[in-house]
């Protein structure tokens, strides 16, 4: 069996990505393991895509190339329109700048378009393209009718109030739902988005399957040695204390203001002075955003801890040091970090929306992302015991066992033979 896999969202560098692009890279380190050199990688999402994956690709010469040569005048219309959104000179006005990006954007989405992104020869051996992300390529669609599956992960922006996401993130949704076919197969990463596709698009549900991700296990474990946990909270300057986890991008539906607003009136109820919340993730201006929008005053930012990106090493021992993980989210497609915090051993407090329930079981505490009474509860809760704790923490282990990315593996392999018999 020969496979094409798109891997347009992982870009040059996956050991620094998170979100989808994490979980594209490390189901292609799977599905390569199982299928050789039957296994082909291609990117095409965007002439930028293409450049970056084969980049990748030359630093990883064991993996196989499906990209087809980029033109001269592609890469020279790349390589102006990086220049241009990453100069910050005055050498022109705001507008200019902004009027050459959109003319260049606009050229460059055209040569993909209009472009065959995969290489023919290798096209007309496979047996099955797989794409991670981007939308299925006509090319595609002629070369491998009925053999082509498509991975939706969520349909968040479209089913959230547009104050949460931009309308860029919405159309980029919205076009990919628009493209895929009724008889086309597509795998999603949840029942809930699964149902969510099904209930906005006329499609064939027995081609529509929903395949669970998982955490790595190299990344994610418990950590016991109280050094190794006390040195990752000094390097990232971390308080001394006991302190609740969040982790995740700050985007405005992962309901930040909420949790922050409970973490206070838990401080002022329960009168805590070596309590804290933790939040990593997001960049130095979502961080400036998130303290302004809160109005968070310099008594709160001694309780309330921004510790931006977290290595990757260093994550299993900020999840094991945790009192509990917190995950207010108002939707999500799936829910990694959940799965993360639970692998590392920690107890975890989500919303009962979305995917979330799916990923939690019984093992941890469900609650409204609105509610804050209850939100408030089950922190004193897990602040106040220690055998609390260790109870949710041994459901968390027991239930993150039920997860793997060799399940995810072997369920995507069953699709590929499934659209070819």
């Known amino acids: 069996m020969k496979v094409i896999f798109d891997i347009s969202s992982v ?14 890279w490390s189901l292609a380190d799977l599905l390569h393991q199982n299928l050789g050199d039957d296994l082909s990688f291609s990117a095409t999402g965007s002439v930028a895509a293409s450049l970056q994956t084969q980049r990748l690709l030359e630093a990883h010469p064991n993996l196989c190339s499906a990209i087809h ?22 050498s022109c006005s705001q507008a200019i700048r902004k009027t050459q990006q959109s003319i260049l954007l606009n050229i460059s989405r055209f040569i993909n378009i209009t472009r065959q992104p995969i290489d023919s020869q290798i096209l007309a051996q496979a047996d099955v393209f797989h794409s991670s992300y981007p939308r299925i390529p006509n090319q595609v669609r002629k070369a491998l009718p009925n053999r082509h599956l498509q991975t939706v992960y969520d349909l968040t922006p479209l089913l959230l109030a547009e104050k949460y996401f931009a309308p860029g993130q919405r159309g980029i949704t919205q076009r990919l739902i628009d493209t895929i076919q009724p008889n086309d197969w597509v795998t999603t990463i949840s029942d809930a988005t699964r149902n969510d ?13 929903t395949i669970y991700l998982a955490a790595s296990p190299e990344l994610f474990y418990p950590v016991s040695d109280k050094s190794v946990i006390q040195a990752t909270k000094q390097k990232y300057q971390l308080p001394e204390g006991d302190y609740f986890l969040s982790l995740h991008s700050l985007a405005p539906h992962k309901n930040m203001e909420h949790l922050i607003s409970c973490f206070r009136q838990v401080i002022l109820q329960e009168k805590k002075q070596d309590l804290h919340l933790v939040i990593c993730g997001g960049n130095q201006g979502a961080v400036g955003s998130m303290i302004k929008d809160n109005q968070l005053t310099d008594t709160d930012l001694k309780f309330i801890h921004f510790a931006g990106f977290i290595d990757d090493s260093d994550l299993a021992a900020i999840y094991s040091g945790a009192l509990g993980f917190i995950f207010p989210s108002l939707y999500e ?10 692998q590392c051993g920690c107890p975890v407090i989500s919303s009962n929306t979305s995917s979330l329930p799916e990923v939690v079981g019984k093992a941890g505490f469900l609650v409204s ?25 041994q459901h968390s282990l027991d239930r993150s066992a039920l997860f793997s990315w060799k399940k995810t593996a072997a369920a995507t ?3 590929y033979e499934r659209m070819m018999s």
């Open 11 to 24: 870009g040059d560098n996956p050991e620094t990505r998170t979100g989808i692009a994490r979980t594209a």
């Open 69 to 90: 040569p980029i033109s001269n005048i592609a890469k020279n219309v790349d390589r102006l329109h990086q220049q241009v959104s990453s100069d910050r000179s005055n």
């Open 197 to 209: 596709l099904l209930n906005r698009k006329r499609l064939n549900p027995e081609r529509v399957a």
């Open 333 to 342: 497609g799936f829910g990694l970090p959940v799965l993360e915090a639970m």
């Open 369 to 393: 992302p609105t509610d804050k009474d209850t939100l408030c509860e089950y922190i004193v809760k897990l602040d106040r015991s220690n055998e609390l704790r260790s109870e949710y923490s």
């Open 413 to 415: 392999l069953k699709i």
